[in-house]
């Protein structure tokens, strides 16, 4: 890696598969191949599929394996142009080495396709993925394939490089036919004839880079041009007077000034006259002409400042590394079909579903593995059941309740399941319910809850109704009845371990065992109980221990001193207690419930609006970005001799504002909306005190089984 990557924030960094996946062999693999071959994972080597003959193209699944790998943002650099004119050597100086593209890909007659390096330059915002691609003119493959090839490079890049040999001249442009089926081999709406400015939207930026250029490019008059300058009027510009004059130059010259968002041109002179060198390029880097590796170093600086992360077919919308590889299949699966057309609005469509329910079904694994951790953790691998919820507020605790556990897990995920989908853009200036819709999703895969409700005897003495929420599906209540067997067993050991001791000895009493003393053992017991015991069913193991008292009754008798009568009281206070302890946890439940889900909702709302005001803010950043590139786009119109196309890229531009306008103005009414929406959730909170159930102070024991 050279200083111009560190100093613009990048670093190389190696794709590995996920966890079981294959290594990757190679510092290249192929995303994309005819269907005459075939990768070979274990060998890292393309084979020919013998009697097969090339008419479509397919995806390989270990390369896009290692693009669902990038969860950030990407940007894709693409390289295409004629065999053997070294774009692989440039895509590998970018990654800071000479070969990287070296292995099992020199573009020879049995090579061909779309090839990823399996290394990527990680910045700050996003990745950026290089793609190599077949010559536009290799041996085995139609017009028609060449078109394929560079629609499907055209649909997957961010930066397209067109690398040729020398400065061209406009009759060069005869052999770059692909350029014009463009238009033909992509749709940006499904059913609906493009425009041809709508593609820039949407298209990479264009880089035609020329080799081995020694003498400096000159005007008409001998005067030194800008590679750019040169390309754009000299190259690309029309030379007819109207277009029954345009000829198949012509047309491909407006192809690449009207497709692309940016067309620019950059020089390198040649590596090296000895013909050893040129053989072994990868090998002599020090070798080479200063001139060239001097012209390297800036094109690699260029084309890291140039780069950007993928844009979406929504406003605000980024690609990531999984949508590229959803994107992929659905782009090959296009150009593969003779009655299909890839439809830029259909993929990403397509695209959105498919990854939002990938972010869900990524989000509830991690949810159970943050919990599974947790619990553990809280519980001492399982040996101490949780309280579900705080029994007593004022009371501080060293071990969380399980539901401050989900509540923790909860957030967590919840920003992982937001940061996910949040690059996705928005459609129609409602990316708050879109959001909302995806995060309800997750919800109901977590937690799903019932309306209730309870009677309880208030603390004044008054009768009340607690209305709330128990959870009643979803992971959560796996864990909510986990910690209920868990409470069960250890409630009823803790009992057992209390008063057996008690049970035995009123069972054969010895001779100077009395009543009095049977009573202190029963509230001794019962205060440790009522400080030991843990978790939901306390109350109830200690209600199903009690219906077994009467098995005792006689052995009572036995006991010196023994009050049948004061046995009776403070077993009837005992069963009161028990059932106004459990009413209270019950009502309290029902409240936390209720109190848990507005507060996380509130936070997910305050989370959600803080993402729409930055969705807003990138709108606006792309809007400005978009309108500069479309004033130059008509000036470039304007010098290449093409008024027409100059006059409908600025109609496309006040009607591409007008439409961002709009949806700037309903973006902030559902800006507004959400505000609104976390006011009442915080007014319902303030508004529900809660319950003050009236329960009796222990009775000083409990019953003995």
Not at 116 to 130: A, N, P, S, Y
Not at 422 to 437: I, Q, R, Y
Not at 576 to 597: H, S
Request: hydrophobic residues 35%.
């Amino acid at each position: 890696m050279s200083l111009v990557h560190t100093k613009h924030g990048f670093k190389v960094e190696e794709l590995k598969p996920k966890a079981g996946g294959q290594a990757v062999k190679g510092s290249s693999i192929p995303l994309i191949l005819p269907n005459d071959m075939r990768y070979n994972a274990s060998t890292g080597v393309v084979e020919t599929v013998p009697g097969v003959r090339r008419e479509s193209m397919q995806v390989v699944p270990e390369a896009l394996e290692l693009l669902e790998g990038i969860d950030e943002p990407v940007s894709a650099l693409a390289i295409c142009g004629p065999c053997r004119s070294g774009k692989s050597y440039i895509l590998s100086r970018l990654l800071g080495t000479a070969d990287a593209f070296e292995l099992g890909h020199r573009m020879d007659p049995q090579t061909f396709g779309i090839w990823m390096g399996t290394k990527v330059l990680r910045g700050k915002d996003f990745t950026i993925v290089l793609l190599d691609t077949e010559g536009i003119d290799a041996a085995g493959a139609s017009a028609d394939q060449d078109a394929r090839i560079l629609v499907l490079t055209i649909l997957m890049s961010s930066l397209l490089i067109y690398n040729s040999l020398n400065v061209p001249y406009k009759g060069d442009l005869e052999k770059m036919q692909c350029f014009i089926k463009l238009a033909k081999g992509i749709t940006v709406k499904k059913g609906e004839k493009t425009q041809m400015s709508a593609f820039r939207e949407f298209f990479p930026d264009f880089l035609w880079l020329l080799r081995d250029v020694s003498l400096m490019i000159t005007d008409e008059d001998g005067h030194d041009m800008d590679p750019t300058e040169y390309l754009k009027t000299r190259v690309l510009a029309r030379k007819g007077e109207d277009d029954f004059d345009e000829t198949a130059s012509d047309r491909v010259g407006r192809a690449i000034l009207t497709f692309f968002s940016s067309v620019e041109c950059a020089t390198l002179e040649r590596p090296s006259e000895k013909k050893e060198i040129m053989n072994h390029i990868a090998n002599h880097t020090g070798s080479l002409n200063p001139e060239f590796n001097n012209g390297v170093e800036d094109l690699v600086e260029r084309l890291l400042l140039k780069s950007r992360a993928k844009r979406g077919y929504d406003k605000g919308s980024t690609v990531s590394g999984v949508a590229l590889s959803i994107m992929t299949r659905q782009y090959v699966d296009a150009v593969n079909d003779p009655k299909a057309i890839p439809a830029l609005d259909n993929t990403w469509k397509n695209t959105i579903q498919l990854m939002r329910g990938k972010a869900i079904e990524e989000v509830v694994v991690e949810y159970n593995q943050l919990m599974q951790a947790q619990v553990a953790k809280a519980t001492k691998n399982g040996q101490v059941p949780l309280e579900e919820a705080a029994e007593n507020k004022g009371k501080s605790s060293s071990q969380p309740t399980l539901m401050d556990l989900h509540h923790q897990v909860f957030q967590v995920v919840t920003d992982m399941l937001l940061e996910k989908v949040g690059h996705l853009g928005v459609s129609s200036g409602d990316l708050g319910n879109e959001n909302k819709a995806v995060v309800d999703q997750m919800q109901k895969r977590l937690v799903q809850h019932e309306k209730r409700s309870a009677d309880y005897v208030a603390a004044d003495g008054s009768t009340r109704k607690q209305e709330g929420l128990v959870v009643t599906s979803g992971e959560l209540f796996h864990y909510i009845q986990g910690n209920k067997e868990l409470s069960k067993a250890f409630c009823q050991k803790l009992y057992e371990r209390l008063f057996d001791p008690i049970r035995k000895r009123v069972e054969n009493p010895p001779p100077d065992y009395n009543f009095k003393q049977l009573m202190q053992e029963l509230e001794g017991a019962s205060q440790h109980y009522s400080q030991q015991a843990r978790g939901p069913e306390k109350w109830v193991v200690l209600q199903e221990m009690t219906k077994n008292f009467e098995k005792l009754k006689a052995n009572f008798k036995k006991i010196k001193g023994y009050q049948e009568k004061v046995m009776q009281e403070q077993q009837k206070a005992q069963e009161a207690d028990l059932l106004a302890k459990e009413k209270a946890r019950e009502v309290q439940q029902l409240y936390d419930q209720q109190k848990d889900m507005q507060q996380a909702h509130q936070e997910t709302m305050h989370k959600m609006e803080q993402q729409h005001r930055e969705q807003m803010e990138k709108v606006q950043k792309e809007e400005a970005e978009r309108r500069v590139a479309e004033e130059q786009k008509y000036r470039d119109l304007q010098n290449a001799q093409m008024e027409q196309y100059a006059t409908m890229a600025r109609e496309f531009q006040e009607k591409s504002s007008t439409q961002t306008q709009e949806l700037m103005m309903r973006m902030q009414d559902q800006q507004a909306d959400m505000n609104r929406q976390m006011m009442d959730l915080m007014q319902a909170i303030r508004d529900a005190p809660p319950p003050v159930v009236n329960v009796e102070k222990d009775s000083g024991w409990c019953s003995i089984m």
